[in-house]
Protein backbone atom coordinates (compact mmCIF):
# COMPACT_ATOMS: atom_id res chain seq x y z
CA UNK A 1 0.00 0.00 0.00
CA UNK A 2 1.21 3.56 -0.95
CA UNK A 3 2.16 6.20 1.53
CA UNK A 4 -0.27 8.61 -0.32
CA UNK A 5 -3.12 5.48 0.05
CA UNK A 6 -2.29 4.73 3.47
CA UNK A 7 -3.09 8.55 4.04
CA UNK A 8 -5.59 8.71 2.84
CA UNK A 9 -7.58 5.45 4.57
CA UNK A 10 -6.29 6.45 7.91
CA UNK A 11 -7.16 11.01 7.37
CA UNK A 12 -10.38 9.12 5.76
CA UNK A 13 -11.44 6.69 8.50
CA UNK A 14 -10.05 9.30 11.58
CA UNK A 15 -12.54 11.67 9.91
CA UNK A 16 -15.02 9.25 9.66
CA UNK A 17 -14.97 9.05 13.57
CA UNK A 18 -15.46 12.98 14.17
CA UNK A 19 -18.76 12.95 12.02
CA UNK A 20 -20.22 9.87 13.62
CA UNK A 21 -20.12 12.04 16.51
CA UNK A 22 -21.98 14.91 14.38
CA UNK A 23 -24.56 12.99 13.34
CA UNK A 24 -25.41 11.41 16.50
CA UNK A 25 -25.49 15.23 18.17
CA UNK A 26 -27.55 15.59 14.85
CA UNK A 27 -29.78 12.73 15.73
CA UNK A 28 -30.32 13.48 19.73
CA UNK A 29 -31.15 16.95 18.44
CA UNK A 30 -34.10 15.56 16.57
CA UNK A 31 -35.36 13.38 19.29
CA UNK A 32 -35.28 15.99 21.84
CA UNK A 33 -37.02 18.02 19.24
CA UNK A 34 -39.45 15.11 18.51
CA UNK A 35 -39.98 14.79 22.67
CA UNK A 36 -40.94 18.69 23.38
CA UNK A 37 -43.39 18.76 20.35
CA UNK A 38 -45.08 15.55 21.42
CA UNK A 39 -44.67 15.46 25.27
CA UNK A 40 -44.23 17.65 28.73
CA UNK A 41 -43.48 17.85 31.74
CA UNK A 42 -41.59 15.31 33.70
CA UNK A 43 -41.81 12.47 31.54
CA UNK A 44 -40.63 14.62 28.86
CA UNK A 45 -37.46 15.96 31.20
CA UNK A 46 -36.24 12.49 32.07
CA UNK A 47 -36.04 11.12 28.07
CA UNK A 48 -33.91 14.17 27.48
CA UNK A 49 -31.87 13.55 30.24
CA UNK A 50 -31.56 10.02 28.99
CA UNK A 51 -30.43 11.23 25.49
CA UNK A 52 -28.45 13.83 26.68
CA UNK A 53 -26.27 11.48 29.40
CA UNK A 54 -25.93 8.93 26.72
CA UNK A 55 -24.93 11.42 23.96
CA UNK A 56 -22.51 13.47 26.68
CA UNK A 57 -19.80 11.04 27.09
CA UNK A 58 -19.18 10.49 23.51
CA UNK A 59 -19.00 14.38 23.23
CA UNK A 60 -16.73 14.22 25.89
CA UNK A 61 -14.45 11.68 24.49
CA UNK A 62 -14.28 13.20 21.12
CA UNK A 63 -13.98 16.70 22.80
CA UNK A 64 -10.76 15.31 24.90
CA UNK A 65 -9.29 13.27 21.77
CA UNK A 66 -9.11 16.38 19.83
CA UNK A 67 -7.21 18.26 22.38
CA UNK A 68 -5.17 15.69 23.02
CA UNK A 69 -0.97 15.45 21.91
CA UNK A 70 1.32 13.66 22.20
CA UNK A 71 3.28 13.21 25.00
CA UNK A 72 7.33 14.11 25.48
CA UNK A 73 9.77 11.99 23.85
CA UNK A 74 11.02 9.60 26.71
CA UNK A 75 14.61 8.17 27.86
CA UNK A 76 18.18 9.33 27.37
CA UNK A 77 19.14 11.68 25.12
CA UNK A 78 22.60 10.06 23.66
CA UNK A 79 24.29 12.78 21.78
CA UNK A 80 27.18 12.16 19.35
CA UNK A 81 30.19 13.20 21.21
CA UNK A 82 28.98 10.51 23.81
CA UNK A 83 28.27 7.78 21.44
CA UNK A 84 30.41 8.59 18.57
CA UNK A 85 30.71 4.72 16.95
CA UNK A 86 26.76 4.52 18.01
CA UNK A 87 26.15 7.34 16.02
CA UNK A 88 28.45 6.92 12.96
CA UNK A 89 26.84 2.56 12.67
CA UNK A 90 23.55 4.43 12.91
CA UNK A 91 24.10 7.07 9.90
CA UNK A 92 26.03 4.47 7.56
CA UNK A 93 23.09 2.35 7.82
CA UNK A 94 20.89 5.21 7.10
CA UNK A 95 22.88 5.60 3.81
CA UNK A 96 22.43 2.11 2.83
CA UNK A 97 18.90 2.08 4.02
CA UNK A 98 18.28 5.20 1.70
CA UNK A 99 16.58 7.44 4.00
CA UNK A 100 17.80 10.43 6.71
CA UNK A 101 19.48 9.37 9.48
CA UNK A 102 17.12 9.95 13.06
CA UNK A 103 18.34 13.89 14.65
CA UNK A 104 18.37 11.93 18.45
CA UNK A 105 18.64 8.84 19.75
CA UNK A 106 17.27 7.91 22.76
CA UNK A 107 17.95 5.06 25.22
CA UNK A 108 14.78 3.90 27.00
CA UNK A 109 13.76 0.86 30.10
CA UNK A 110 12.31 -2.00 27.41
CA UNK A 111 13.37 -4.33 25.27
CA UNK A 112 12.64 -2.76 22.04
CA UNK A 113 13.35 -0.50 19.68
CA UNK A 114 11.57 2.06 18.01
CA UNK A 115 11.42 5.43 15.53
CA UNK A 116 8.72 8.34 15.72
CA UNK A 117 8.97 11.55 13.41
CA UNK A 118 7.28 14.69 13.91
CA UNK A 119 5.56 15.47 11.09
CA UNK A 120 3.01 18.63 9.57
CA UNK A 121 0.38 18.16 7.01
CA UNK A 122 -0.52 14.78 7.20
CA UNK A 123 2.92 13.88 7.07
CA UNK A 124 3.73 15.23 3.75
CA UNK A 125 6.46 17.77 5.42
CA UNK A 126 9.14 15.42 7.64
CA UNK A 127 10.28 16.91 10.88
CA UNK A 128 12.86 15.71 14.14
CA UNK A 129 13.12 11.90 13.95
CA UNK A 130 13.94 10.33 16.84
CA UNK A 131 15.42 6.51 17.29
CA UNK A 132 14.88 4.74 20.74
CA UNK A 133 16.73 1.63 21.60
CA UNK A 134 16.31 -0.34 24.86
CA UNK A 135 19.29 -0.25 27.20
CA UNK A 136 18.26 -4.26 27.57
CA UNK A 137 18.80 -5.19 23.76
CA UNK A 138 22.75 -3.01 23.79
CA UNK A 139 23.33 -5.35 26.73
CA UNK A 140 23.06 -8.73 25.52
CA UNK A 141 22.93 -8.29 22.01
CA UNK A 142 25.66 -8.95 19.62
CA UNK A 143 26.91 -5.58 17.49
CA UNK A 144 25.34 -7.97 14.45
CA UNK A 145 22.53 -8.22 16.30
CA UNK A 146 22.05 -4.61 17.08
CA UNK A 147 22.86 -3.50 13.51
CA UNK A 148 19.22 -5.54 12.72
CA UNK A 149 17.44 -3.97 14.85
CA UNK A 150 18.97 -0.50 13.33
CA UNK A 151 17.91 -1.36 10.43
CA UNK A 152 14.81 -2.37 11.01
CA UNK A 153 14.01 0.93 12.33
CA UNK A 154 15.66 2.80 9.73
CA UNK A 155 13.65 0.76 7.55
CA UNK A 156 10.61 2.17 8.63
CA UNK A 157 12.11 5.66 7.85
CA UNK A 158 12.37 4.15 4.53
CA UNK A 159 9.70 3.24 4.08
CA UNK A 160 7.70 6.54 5.05
CA UNK A 161 6.07 4.57 7.81
CA UNK A 162 6.37 7.12 10.50
CA UNK A 163 4.83 9.53 8.28
CA UNK A 164 1.59 9.48 9.89
CA UNK A 165 2.07 8.63 13.05
CA UNK A 166 0.84 11.78 14.32
CA UNK A 167 -2.22 10.98 12.67
CA UNK A 168 -2.65 7.31 14.15
CA UNK A 169 -1.77 8.46 17.84
CA UNK A 170 -4.61 10.84 16.69
CA UNK A 171 -6.76 8.11 15.61
CA UNK A 172 -5.89 5.53 18.52
CA UNK A 173 -6.39 8.37 21.24
CA UNK A 174 -9.88 9.66 19.61
CA UNK A 175 -10.86 5.58 19.98
CA UNK A 176 -9.81 5.31 23.73
CA UNK A 177 -11.08 8.38 25.01
CA UNK A 178 -14.27 7.95 23.25
CA UNK A 179 -14.45 4.27 24.29
CA UNK A 180 -13.36 4.41 27.38
CA UNK A 181 -16.21 6.84 28.34
CA UNK A 182 -18.95 4.80 27.08
CA UNK A 183 -21.10 2.58 29.17
CA UNK A 184 -22.09 -1.40 28.04
CA UNK A 185 -25.60 0.01 28.08
CA UNK A 186 -24.92 3.05 25.89
CA UNK A 187 -26.87 3.06 22.46
CA UNK A 188 -24.78 5.71 20.90
CA UNK A 189 -21.70 4.37 21.58
CA UNK A 190 -22.29 1.02 20.33
CA UNK A 191 -22.00 2.52 16.99
CA UNK A 192 -18.12 3.64 18.04
CA UNK A 193 -17.37 0.66 19.78
CA UNK A 194 -17.75 -1.11 16.19
CA UNK A 195 -16.28 1.53 14.30
CA UNK A 196 -13.49 1.34 16.69
CA UNK A 197 -12.98 -2.19 16.34
CA UNK A 198 -12.96 -1.88 12.27
CA UNK A 199 -10.34 1.38 12.58
CA UNK A 200 -8.19 -1.29 14.72
CA UNK A 201 -8.57 -3.81 12.07
CA UNK A 202 -7.30 -1.68 9.40
CA UNK A 203 -4.88 0.17 11.19
CA UNK A 204 -2.88 -3.14 12.44
CA UNK A 205 -3.28 -4.97 9.26
CA UNK A 206 -1.11 -1.82 7.77
CA UNK A 207 1.49 -1.93 10.69
CA UNK A 208 1.81 -5.92 10.06
CA UNK A 209 2.39 -5.21 6.80
CA UNK A 210 4.76 -2.24 7.35
CA UNK A 211 7.14 -4.65 9.88
CA UNK A 212 7.60 -7.31 6.83
CA UNK A 213 8.87 -4.30 4.69
CA UNK A 214 11.09 -3.21 7.32
CA UNK A 215 12.71 -6.73 8.00
CA UNK A 216 13.38 -6.59 4.21
CA UNK A 217 15.48 -3.67 4.69
CA UNK A 218 16.60 -5.29 8.00
CA UNK A 219 17.62 -8.22 6.05
CA UNK A 220 19.59 -6.10 2.85
CA UNK A 221 21.21 -4.13 5.22
CA UNK A 222 22.31 -6.43 7.69
CA UNK A 223 21.86 -9.80 6.40
CA UNK A 224 20.20 -13.00 7.20
CA UNK A 225 21.64 -14.74 9.66
CA UNK A 226 22.17 -11.50 11.83
CA UNK A 227 17.83 -11.12 11.44
CA UNK A 228 16.85 -14.34 12.24
CA UNK A 229 19.31 -14.62 14.87
CA UNK A 230 17.79 -11.24 16.39
CA UNK A 231 14.22 -12.50 15.86
CA UNK A 232 15.15 -15.51 18.18
CA UNK A 233 16.62 -13.63 20.80
CA UNK A 234 14.43 -11.04 21.52
CA UNK A 235 12.01 -13.14 23.47
CA UNK A 236 14.53 -14.95 25.12
CA UNK A 237 15.56 -11.06 26.02
CA UNK A 238 12.23 -10.28 26.90
CA UNK A 239 11.38 -13.32 28.97
CA UNK A 240 14.57 -12.84 31.21
CA UNK A 241 13.66 -8.92 31.70
CA UNK A 242 9.86 -10.35 33.09
CA UNK A 243 12.21 -13.04 34.96
CA UNK A 244 14.40 -10.09 36.27
CA UNK A 245 11.89 -7.83 37.61
CA UNK A 246 9.51 -10.34 39.13
CA UNK A 247 12.27 -12.49 40.82
CA UNK A 248 15.04 -9.78 41.83
CA UNK A 249 13.60 -6.45 42.15
CA UNK A 250 9.61 -6.58 42.78
CA UNK A 251 10.12 -8.26 45.89
CA UNK A 252 12.42 -5.11 47.32
CA UNK A 253 10.34 -2.94 46.00
CA UNK A 254 7.07 -3.38 47.27
CA UNK A 255 8.65 -3.18 50.59
CA UNK A 256 10.07 0.30 50.09
CA UNK A 257 13.66 -1.35 48.91
CA UNK A 258 15.60 -0.09 45.62
CA UNK A 259 19.02 -1.79 44.43
CA UNK A 260 21.15 0.71 43.22
CA UNK A 261 21.75 -0.33 39.86
CA UNK A 262 18.74 -1.79 38.22
CA UNK A 263 20.28 -1.82 34.66
CA UNK A 264 23.55 -2.98 35.90
CA UNK A 265 22.07 -5.99 37.40
CA UNK A 266 20.13 -7.22 34.44
CA UNK A 267 23.36 -7.47 32.46
CA UNK A 268 24.67 -9.30 35.46
CA UNK A 269 21.91 -12.06 35.40
CA UNK A 270 21.79 -12.12 31.56
CA UNK A 271 25.64 -13.26 31.62
CA UNK A 272 24.57 -15.67 34.90
CA UNK A 273 22.05 -17.40 33.66
CA UNK A 274 23.47 -19.23 30.30
CA UNK A 275 21.23 -22.68 30.70
CA UNK A 276 18.10 -21.58 31.52
CA UNK A 277 18.22 -18.70 28.28
CA UNK A 278 19.92 -21.53 26.33
CA UNK A 279 16.76 -23.79 27.14
CA UNK A 280 14.46 -20.78 25.96
CA UNK A 281 16.40 -20.29 22.47
CA UNK A 282 15.79 -24.23 21.76
CA UNK A 283 12.28 -23.56 21.89
CA UNK A 284 10.29 -22.68 18.21
CA UNK A 285 9.15 -19.35 17.69
CA UNK A 286 5.16 -18.38 17.44
CA UNK A 287 4.11 -19.06 13.74
CA UNK A 288 0.36 -17.41 14.76
CA UNK A 289 -1.09 -14.06 15.07
CA UNK A 290 -4.09 -12.81 15.78
CA UNK A 291 -5.62 -10.33 13.28
CA UNK A 292 -5.51 -7.95 16.26
CA UNK A 293 -2.23 -7.89 16.89
CA UNK A 294 -0.12 -4.83 16.01
CA UNK A 295 2.99 -7.36 14.75
CA UNK A 296 3.33 -10.76 12.63
CA UNK A 297 4.29 -13.44 14.56
CA UNK A 298 7.99 -13.78 15.07
CA UNK A 299 7.94 -17.45 13.44
CA UNK A 300 5.83 -16.10 10.42
CA UNK A 301 8.51 -12.80 9.71
CA UNK A 302 11.37 -15.64 9.71
CA UNK A 303 10.23 -17.83 7.17
CA UNK A 304 9.44 -14.43 5.49
CA UNK A 305 13.22 -13.71 5.89
CA UNK A 306 14.30 -16.76 4.65
CA UNK A 307 12.35 -16.27 1.64
CA UNK A 308 13.95 -13.08 0.46
CA UNK A 309 17.42 -13.10 -1.69
CA UNK A 310 20.63 -13.94 0.32
CA UNK A 311 22.83 -10.99 1.10
CA UNK A 312 26.26 -11.88 2.53
CA UNK A 313 27.39 -9.45 5.60
CA UNK A 314 30.68 -10.47 7.18
CA UNK A 315 29.99 -11.37 10.91
CA UNK A 316 30.70 -9.23 13.92
CA UNK A 317 30.05 -10.88 17.43
CA UNK A 318 31.47 -8.22 19.37
CA UNK A 319 28.71 -7.74 22.36
CA UNK A 320 26.70 -4.63 21.22
CA UNK A 321 28.43 -2.55 24.07
CA UNK A 322 31.36 -1.93 22.35
CA UNK A 323 28.88 0.46 19.85
CA UNK A 324 28.66 2.62 23.42
CA UNK A 325 31.75 3.25 25.11
CA UNK A 326 30.79 3.30 29.21
CA UNK A 327 27.65 1.49 29.25
CA UNK A 328 27.32 0.90 33.04
CA UNK A 329 27.89 4.87 33.56
CA UNK A 330 25.04 4.83 31.04
CA UNK A 331 23.19 2.76 32.54
CA UNK A 332 23.17 4.50 35.87
CA UNK A 333 22.69 7.73 33.75
CA UNK A 334 19.24 6.47 32.46
CA UNK A 335 18.31 5.02 35.67
CA UNK A 336 19.00 8.96 37.00
CA UNK A 337 16.52 10.00 33.94
CA UNK A 338 13.60 7.49 33.85
CA UNK A 339 13.13 5.68 37.65
CA UNK A 340 11.24 7.05 40.57
CA UNK A 341 12.77 5.68 43.53
CA UNK A 342 10.24 7.91 45.66
CA UNK A 343 11.00 7.42 49.43
CA UNK A 344 12.62 4.01 48.62
CA UNK A 345 15.76 2.82 50.44
CA UNK A 346 18.50 2.62 47.79
CA UNK A 347 20.80 -0.18 49.14
CA UNK A 348 23.64 -2.56 46.74
CA UNK A 349 22.13 -5.79 45.28
CA UNK A 350 23.30 -8.08 48.15
CA UNK A 351 21.68 -5.79 51.02
CA UNK A 352 19.09 -5.26 48.76
CA UNK A 353 18.67 -9.34 48.25
CA UNK A 354 18.97 -9.55 52.04
CA UNK A 355 16.54 -6.74 52.95
CA UNK A 356 13.64 -7.51 50.34
CA UNK A 357 13.36 -11.29 51.14
CA UNK A 358 13.90 -10.58 55.27
CA UNK A 359 10.58 -7.88 54.37
CA UNK A 360 8.91 -11.10 52.87
CA UNK A 361 9.37 -13.52 55.87
CA UNK A 362 8.38 -10.46 58.06
CA UNK A 363 5.21 -9.59 56.59
CA UNK A 364 4.55 -13.72 56.57
CA UNK A 365 5.46 -13.64 59.81
CA UNK A 366 3.02 -10.49 60.78
CA UNK A 367 0.22 -12.72 59.78
CA UNK A 368 1.29 -15.24 62.01
CA UNK A 369 1.87 -12.88 64.91
CA UNK A 370 -1.24 -11.55 64.81
CA UNK A 371 -3.66 -14.25 64.78
CA UNK A 372 -1.48 -15.40 67.95
CA UNK A 373 -2.22 -11.59 69.77
CA UNK A 374 -5.82 -12.34 68.77
CA UNK A 375 -5.82 -15.43 70.05
CA UNK A 376 -3.81 -14.13 73.65
CA UNK A 377 -5.35 -11.21 74.27
CA UNK A 378 -2.74 -8.90 73.90
CA UNK A 379 -1.81 -6.29 71.83
CA UNK A 380 1.38 -7.53 70.30
CA UNK A 381 2.88 -11.25 69.53
CA UNK A 382 5.58 -12.85 68.47
CA UNK A 383 8.47 -16.26 67.69
CA UNK A 384 8.54 -16.49 72.24
CA UNK A 385 4.27 -16.09 72.36
CA UNK A 386 3.87 -18.85 69.71
CA UNK A 387 6.39 -21.32 71.71
CA UNK A 388 4.18 -20.92 74.76
CA UNK A 389 1.57 -22.04 73.45
CA UNK A 390 3.55 -24.58 72.14
CA UNK A 391 4.64 -25.41 75.81
CA UNK A 392 0.62 -25.37 76.54
CA UNK A 393 -0.19 -27.37 74.04
CA UNK A 394 -2.62 -25.10 72.24
CA UNK A 395 -0.44 -24.18 69.15
CA UNK A 396 -3.28 -26.61 67.35
CA UNK A 397 -5.74 -24.16 68.01
CA UNK A 398 -3.38 -21.36 65.91
CA UNK A 399 -2.64 -23.65 63.68
CA UNK A 400 -5.88 -24.69 62.09
CA UNK A 401 -6.20 -21.38 61.20
CA UNK A 402 -3.93 -21.73 58.32
CA UNK A 403 -4.64 -25.28 57.86
CA UNK A 404 -8.40 -25.11 57.79
CA UNK A 405 -8.48 -28.87 56.32
CA UNK A 406 -6.77 -30.63 58.96
CA UNK A 407 -7.40 -31.41 62.48
CA UNK A 408 -6.14 -29.53 65.17
CA UNK A 409 -2.93 -32.03 66.18
CA UNK A 410 -2.79 -32.62 62.02
CA UNK A 411 -2.20 -28.63 61.99
CA UNK A 412 0.52 -28.49 64.95
CA UNK A 413 2.60 -31.05 63.01
CA UNK A 414 2.11 -29.64 59.67
CA UNK A 415 2.89 -25.82 61.30
CA UNK A 416 6.23 -26.58 61.33
CA UNK A 417 7.20 -25.49 57.72
CA UNK A 418 5.74 -21.73 59.25
CA UNK A 419 7.81 -22.33 62.33
CA UNK A 420 10.73 -23.01 59.84
CA UNK A 421 10.11 -19.38 58.57
CA UNK A 422 9.27 -17.95 61.98
CA UNK A 423 12.90 -19.54 63.63
CA UNK A 424 14.49 -18.37 60.47
CA UNK A 425 13.45 -14.72 60.83
CA UNK A 426 14.85 -14.80 64.72
CA UNK A 427 18.16 -15.82 63.05
CA UNK A 428 18.12 -13.21 60.39
CA UNK A 429 17.22 -10.93 63.37
CA UNK A 430 19.76 -11.94 65.94
CA UNK A 431 22.36 -11.47 63.61
CA UNK A 432 23.51 -14.87 63.21
CA UNK A 433 22.21 -15.30 59.58
CA UNK A 434 21.00 -13.76 56.09
CA UNK A 435 20.17 -14.13 52.68
CA UNK A 436 23.07 -14.09 49.87
CA UNK A 437 22.83 -13.02 46.90
CA UNK A 438 23.31 -14.49 43.54
CA UNK A 439 22.53 -14.45 40.01
CA UNK A 440 22.80 -17.84 38.90
CA UNK A 441 20.22 -18.66 41.36
CA UNK A 442 17.74 -18.31 44.53
CA UNK A 443 18.91 -16.52 47.38
CA UNK A 444 20.11 -18.85 50.50
CA UNK A 445 20.32 -18.43 54.11
CA UNK A 446 24.09 -18.35 55.35
CA UNK A 447 25.39 -17.82 58.53
CA UNK A 448 28.33 -15.95 59.44
CA UNK A 449 31.05 -17.45 57.60
CA UNK A 450 28.68 -18.09 54.48
CA UNK A 451 27.92 -21.64 54.97
CA UNK A 452 24.03 -22.72 54.31
CA UNK A 453 22.05 -23.06 57.12
CA UNK A 454 19.38 -24.80 58.10
CA UNK A 455 16.68 -24.74 60.67
CA UNK A 456 13.13 -27.09 59.58
CA UNK A 457 15.07 -30.11 62.28
CA UNK A 458 14.93 -27.47 65.12
CA UNK A 459 11.37 -26.27 63.55
CA UNK A 460 9.92 -29.69 64.04
CA UNK A 461 11.09 -29.85 67.80
CA UNK A 462 9.47 -26.81 68.58
CA UNK A 463 5.75 -27.64 66.99
CA UNK A 464 5.84 -30.72 69.66
CA UNK A 465 5.75 -29.67 73.61
CA UNK A 466 7.63 -32.33 74.56
CA UNK A 467 10.53 -31.18 72.53
CA UNK A 468 10.02 -27.76 72.51
CA UNK A 469 12.35 -26.64 75.07
CA UNK A 470 15.17 -28.59 73.42
CA UNK A 471 14.50 -26.47 69.89
CA UNK A 472 14.68 -23.50 72.67
CA UNK A 473 18.02 -24.62 74.11
CA UNK A 474 19.42 -25.90 70.67
CA UNK A 475 18.30 -21.97 69.43
CA UNK A 476 19.91 -20.34 72.53
CA UNK A 477 23.07 -21.88 71.62
CA UNK A 478 23.48 -20.66 68.03
CA UNK A 479 23.01 -17.33 69.50
CA UNK A 480 19.35 -17.16 68.03
CA UNK A 481 17.20 -15.04 69.95
CA UNK A 482 13.31 -16.27 69.95
CA UNK A 483 12.66 -12.78 71.13
CA UNK A 484 14.04 -11.38 68.54
CA UNK A 485 11.28 -12.34 66.10
CA UNK A 486 8.08 -10.18 66.98
CA UNK A 487 5.18 -8.49 64.90
CA UNK A 488 6.30 -5.41 63.11
CA UNK A 489 2.78 -4.67 61.35
CA UNK A 490 0.21 -4.78 64.22
CA UNK A 491 -2.74 -4.37 62.01
CA UNK A 492 -2.58 -5.72 58.24
CA UNK A 493 -2.18 -3.37 55.70
CA UNK A 494 -2.77 -3.78 51.90
CA UNK A 495 1.11 -2.92 51.09
CA UNK A 496 1.70 -4.54 47.72
CA UNK A 497 -1.69 -5.68 46.79
CA UNK A 498 -3.06 -6.42 43.71
CA UNK A 499 -6.47 -5.56 42.41
CA UNK A 500 -8.47 -8.99 42.17
CA UNK A 501 -11.84 -7.35 41.07
CA UNK A 502 -13.90 -4.15 41.66
CA UNK A 503 -17.98 -4.08 41.72
CA UNK A 504 -19.94 -0.34 42.09
CA UNK A 505 -22.69 0.77 43.45
CA UNK A 506 -23.14 -1.50 46.33
CA UNK A 507 -25.13 -1.07 49.45
CA UNK A 508 -22.81 -2.31 52.37
CA UNK A 509 -24.83 -1.73 55.97
CA UNK A 510 -27.16 0.08 54.25
CA UNK A 511 -24.02 2.77 53.03
CA UNK A 512 -23.55 3.60 48.93
CA UNK A 513 -20.74 1.84 48.76
CA UNK A 514 -17.98 0.81 45.69
CA UNK A 515 -16.09 -2.49 46.43
CA UNK A 516 -12.82 -2.77 45.46
CA UNK A 517 -11.46 -6.54 46.17
CA UNK A 518 -7.67 -7.12 47.00
CA UNK A 519 -5.83 -10.45 47.29
CA UNK A 520 -5.50 -9.35 51.00
CA UNK A 521 -9.08 -8.20 51.45
CA UNK A 522 -11.77 -5.99 50.72
CA UNK A 523 -12.12 -2.05 50.26
CA UNK A 524 -15.42 -0.52 50.54
CA UNK A 525 -15.64 3.12 49.30
CA UNK A 526 -18.30 5.59 49.91
CA UNK A 527 -20.65 5.90 46.28
CA UNK A 528 -22.35 8.81 45.35
CA UNK A 529 -26.10 7.96 46.07
CA UNK A 530 -28.09 6.29 43.31
CA UNK A 531 -24.74 7.14 40.52
CA UNK A 532 -24.65 6.11 37.27
CA UNK A 533 -21.03 5.29 35.26
CA UNK A 534 -20.05 3.08 37.62
CA UNK A 535 -17.54 1.45 35.55
CA UNK A 536 -16.28 4.46 34.58
CA UNK A 537 -15.87 5.78 38.04
CA UNK A 538 -14.29 2.37 39.02
CA UNK A 539 -11.43 2.74 36.58
CA UNK A 540 -10.56 6.12 36.79
CA UNK A 541 -10.27 5.13 40.73
CA UNK A 542 -7.63 2.08 40.29
CA UNK A 543 -6.11 3.97 37.30
CA UNK A 544 -5.11 6.83 39.66
CA UNK A 545 -4.47 5.42 42.80
CA UNK A 546 -2.71 2.54 44.38
CA UNK A 547 -4.60 -0.33 45.78
CA UNK A 548 -2.72 0.10 49.39
CA UNK A 549 -3.73 3.51 49.17
CA UNK A 550 -7.08 2.94 48.71
CA UNK A 551 -7.17 1.06 51.07
CA UNK A 552 -5.71 3.15 53.62
CA UNK A 553 -8.48 6.19 52.94
CA UNK A 554 -11.69 3.94 52.96
CA UNK A 555 -12.68 0.78 55.41
CA UNK A 556 -10.40 -2.11 54.50
CA UNK A 557 -11.88 -5.94 55.95
CA UNK A 558 -8.18 -8.22 55.56
CA UNK A 559 -9.11 -11.70 55.38
CA UNK A 560 -7.79 -13.01 57.85
CA UNK A 561 -9.91 -10.87 60.44
CA UNK A 562 -13.19 -12.30 58.70
CA UNK A 563 -14.05 -15.95 60.29
CA UNK A 564 -16.94 -16.69 58.38
CA UNK A 565 -18.98 -15.36 54.78
CA UNK A 566 -22.34 -16.22 54.08
CA UNK A 567 -23.79 -15.88 50.37
CA UNK A 568 -27.61 -14.92 51.41
CA UNK A 569 -28.42 -14.07 47.88
CA UNK A 570 -26.79 -15.53 43.92
CA UNK A 571 -28.35 -13.23 41.62
CA UNK A 572 -27.74 -10.08 42.36
CA UNK A 573 -24.96 -10.90 45.11
CA UNK A 574 -25.83 -10.56 48.39
CA UNK A 575 -23.76 -11.26 51.31
CA UNK A 576 -22.52 -11.06 54.95
CA UNK A 577 -19.06 -11.18 56.97
CA UNK A 578 -18.23 -12.13 60.40
CA UNK A 579 -15.25 -10.35 61.71
CA UNK A 580 -12.90 -11.72 64.37
CA UNK A 581 -14.66 -9.35 67.29
CA UNK A 582 -17.98 -10.48 66.58
CA UNK A 583 -19.32 -7.71 64.35
CA UNK A 584 -21.13 -8.05 61.01
CA UNK A 585 -20.72 -6.39 57.37
CA UNK A 586 -23.88 -6.64 55.47
CA UNK A 587 -23.25 -6.21 51.62
CA UNK A 588 -25.76 -6.14 48.94
CA UNK A 589 -25.75 -5.51 45.11
CA UNK A 590 -28.26 -3.93 42.89
CA UNK A 591 -29.60 -5.44 39.70
CA UNK A 592 -28.20 -1.91 37.93
CA UNK A 593 -24.69 -2.01 39.63
CA UNK A 594 -22.08 -2.73 37.51
CA UNK A 595 -18.12 -4.19 37.63
CA UNK A 596 -15.28 -4.42 36.02
CA UNK A 597 -15.08 -8.00 34.01
CA UNK A 598 -16.56 -11.33 36.12
CA UNK A 599 -15.82 -9.75 39.71
CA UNK A 600 -19.50 -11.07 40.36
CA UNK A 601 -17.83 -14.43 40.08
CA UNK A 602 -14.41 -13.61 41.46
CA UNK A 603 -15.84 -12.25 44.64
CA UNK A 604 -18.40 -15.15 45.19
CA UNK A 605 -15.34 -17.45 44.54
CA UNK A 606 -13.15 -15.75 47.63
CA UNK A 607 -16.45 -15.85 49.63
CA UNK A 608 -16.90 -19.60 48.96
CA UNK A 609 -12.99 -19.82 50.45
CA UNK A 610 -13.55 -17.83 53.29
CA UNK A 611 -16.67 -20.13 54.44
CA UNK A 612 -14.58 -23.43 53.69
CA UNK A 613 -12.17 -22.28 55.86
CA UNK A 614 -14.07 -20.71 58.38
CA UNK A 615 -15.71 -24.41 58.81
Keep these: MSTALRAAVSVAMLVGFYVLGLLQLAV ?16 AAKLSWVLLVAVGAVVTGLWRAIRSRPSEPEGLLISPEQAPVLWQTVREMATEAGTRAPDEIRLVPEVNAAVSEDTTLLGLIGGTRRLYLGMPLLQTFTVDQLRSVLAHELGHYSGSHTRLSAVAYRGRAAMHETLSRVGKWNVFGWVFKGYGRLYLLVSNAV ?20 AVSTMRELPVIDAAWDFYFGRYVAYGWEHGYAPDDIFGGFGQLYAARTEELARLRDQEPDTETSRWDTHPAIGERIAAMRALPAVQHAPDRRPAAALLPQLDGTGL ?20 TAASITAVQQRRADRIFRSAGRRLGVQEAGLAEIFDLVTTGKLGELAAEFFPNATRKEAAVAFADPMDDLITLAAVRSGVATFQHSWSAPARLVDAAGEPVDYAEIAKLAVDPQTVEEARERLAAIGVHVDAARVVESKATASGADVLGAMASLKVDDQDSDLILLNRGFVFVPAPKGSGEGEKRLKEMLSNNDPAVLAGLYRFVPYEEVTDAKILKAVPISFELTLHDGTSIAVKARWTGEELGDSRDTVEAVLKRISERAE
Design 28 to 43: VGFLLYEIWTHLSGLG
Design 207 to 226: TRQQEFEADQVSVRVAGLDA
Design 333 to 352: ALQAAVVNFGDREVLPWAEF
